[in-house]
């Protein structure tokens, strides 16, 4: 239910948003060469522009238990491979999981509040990141998550096609 809250709140500022991928990233390999690990967020979205430049990809980890969180915290490559995809990344978890401060500083932190509230605790730090070729052609082949509201689209319908 969260990640649904989460996925709806990116709709409503006006951002593309995929549940459920799978996305390879690049890391820095021991050996100075690249290594890749596989990111499976749970929310992944990017602006609605035209404008490769302006896509601002972000990713939204969410959290409802205590020990999920710490496992994450724990394997440094995850993070990587957020970092490697993202502008923004994000743990959302609710209040009493854990406090901003146990979270890295690389990722901002949200409170899901028991009112249905997203609370930004502490806002994440942005980044100049493109989407890279890879990415765009997994979220090509993936679905984007549907709109719960009208696309903009729907009105037209209505107008007189004879002008």
Known sequence: ALVARVAREMQRAGRIVWRGLALRAPLAGDDGGTRWATAMPDVFSIRH???????????HEIKVRRADLLADLRRPDKGGAYRALASQCWYVFSEG??????VPEPYGVML???DGRLEVARAAP???ARVPFSVWMALARANAEPPDEDDGQAGLADADPAG
Do not use: F, K, L
């Open 126 to 128: 942005r980044r100049a």
């Open 112 to 114: 899901a509040c028991a």
């Open 49 to 59: 522009t035209t404008v490769e430049d302006y896509a601002e990809p972000v990713v």
């Open 97 to 102: 999981i854990a406090t901003p401060d146990e």
